[in-house]
């Protein structure tokens, strides 16, 4: 077998091999002569078909066959002769496939580039110092009494913190507009979840009133149909409601699971959420940093093909995330490259850098990753025993503790500071930033 390869730019082969007709059809003899013990024609008893009448009937079927068969096994062998491992699938032009002629083809495909590590001692980090405040805990219960409040009618005019129970019709040009209406919808003031400036136009408001509201719909609004226009909504209040709140004693505690210790076993339970919660935020903090320094410090051509699967991937998990093809499958490509390209990348210099600095997976991190993960849920062992009897769900768990075993090591090279803040600028860092 004739192996030649060409480079084509930086990424893309062009590898043209050429297969001896006689191993092709070796291969055809071989298998019309298992054939003629097996095939039943007319006038001949089983087993006695003559091999020239077996050839004429099924000759050009089984050439066809083994053809594709050694055109799929001289791949991957002239493949491992080059000592190439492609990016993805080829492209096959064949240039000879003749019976009796040599089998002639080349193939087109890209490769992985080579990755030289950037300087890890270039990168800076910052990792949150953090540490929780009575007061952090305070805001976390007074969170866990909003969810417990109830409601109760008032006499007045409706302000921030209120509730308002409406009738509404929505109009965009005049016209009533699927979704726009509703009844008995109860609106809590302040808390930002219509679109802006609806609520700020019910305050004032009191039970009985009635006002048309004009507002307009963001130009990133989901509904593309309503995207940037221009509504009208035509509203009725028939409640304003006030918040009451639980006082935080034992049967509090109780609602939210605690039976025994009351208020002061509850602020624990709470406070090791936290605890739990904040390892996690800052682990993300410092990977985030990590990731996006990788990125930057590292310019290189990726394999398209991959990218273009990166995509693919990306584009299936739109679509599973909104139950499935409602216009998501219609995205283009352009919408997700970037973080494909990304990604690609990421993972080149992540798989080199476990290469070159040899990481193994830690067996003892990722039994603690699974116990830290199983902590959060009301039955942890069931979910320790999924993961244990899932070879899937292990791998993957395996994968997000390999990747910050990567992140350790670049942090071990990198300017590595401290940054002193608070839990809630930690946390909630949208929400300082508007303060």
């Not at 009738?167 to 016209?175: A, M, P, Q, W």
Request: glycine share 8%; net charge negative; hydrophobic share 40%.
């Amino acid at each position: 077998m004739q192996v030649s390869v060409e480079s084509v730019g930086n990424l893309q082969r062009k590898m043209t091999v050429q297969v001896p007709a006689e191993r092709i059809q070796t291969e055809v003899d071989k298998r019309l002569r298992s054939l003629v013990k097996r095939v039943r024609i007319d006038g001949f008893r089983p087993g006695k078909v003559p091999f020239k009448v077996v050839e004429k009937r099924y000759g050009e079927g089984v050439y066809q066959e083994v053809l594709g068969d050694v055109l799929q096994s001289s791949y991957q062998e002239a493949l491992i002769k080059e000592k190439i491992v492609p990016a993805g699938a080829p492209e096959i032009d064949t240039k000879s496939v003749e019976s009796g002629q040599p089998l002639e083809y080349v193939a087109t495909f890209e490769v992985f580039p080579e990755v030289k590590l950037g300087k890890m001692g270039d990168i800076k980090v910052k990792k949150p110092k953090v540490s929780i405040a009575a007061e952090d805990v305070d805001k976390v219960i007074e969170s866990l009494r909003k969810q417990r409040r109830e409601w109760a009618d008032v006499e007045r005019k409706a302000a921030d913190g209120d509730q308002i129970v409406v009738d509404f019709v929505g109009r965009v040009d005049g016209e009533v507009f699927e979704g726009g209406s509703a009844e008995d919808a109860a609106i809590e003031l302040g808390a930002g979840r219509m679109i802006p400036g609806f609520e700020e136009q019910l305050k004032g408001l009191a039970a009985g009133a009635e006002k048309t509201i004009k507002v307009d719909f963001p130009e990133e609004y989901p509904a593309k149909h309503l995207a940037g226009k221009a509504a009208e909504f035509d509203i009725t209040v028939k409640k304003v409601q006030e918040p009451s709140l639980p006082e935080v004693n034992a049967a509090f505690a109780k609602a939210f699971g605690v039976e025994k210790g009351g208020v002061k076993k509850l602020r624990e339970e709470v406070k090791a959420n936290m605890e739990r919660e904040l390892g996690q935020t800052i682990k993300t903090r410092v990977k985030d940093q990590v990731m996006d320094a990788l990125y930057d410090t590292h310019s290189l051509d990726v394999p398209q093909s991959v990218v273009k699967e990166e995509i693919n991937r990306l584009r299936e998990q739109v679509e599973a995330r909104f139950g499935g093809g409602q216009g998501s499958a219609q995205l283009p490509g352009e919408h997700f490259e970037k973080e494909a390209q990304r990604r690609v990348v990421l993972g080149l210099v992540i798989r080199e850098i476990i290469r070159s600095a040899k990481i193994k997976p830690d067996t003892k991190r990722i039994d603690a990753e699974l116990q830290a993960m199983a902590a959060g849920y009301e039955h942890p062992e069931q979910v320790i025993a999924y993961y244990r009897g899932n070879q899937e769900a292990m791998s993957g768990l395996e994968s997000v503790v390999l990747e910050q075993q990567v992140v350790d090591w670049v942090v071990d090279q990198c300017k590595l500071t401290e940054e002193t803040m608070s839990f809630e600028a930690l946390m909630n860092p949208s929400e300082q930033e508007q303060a």
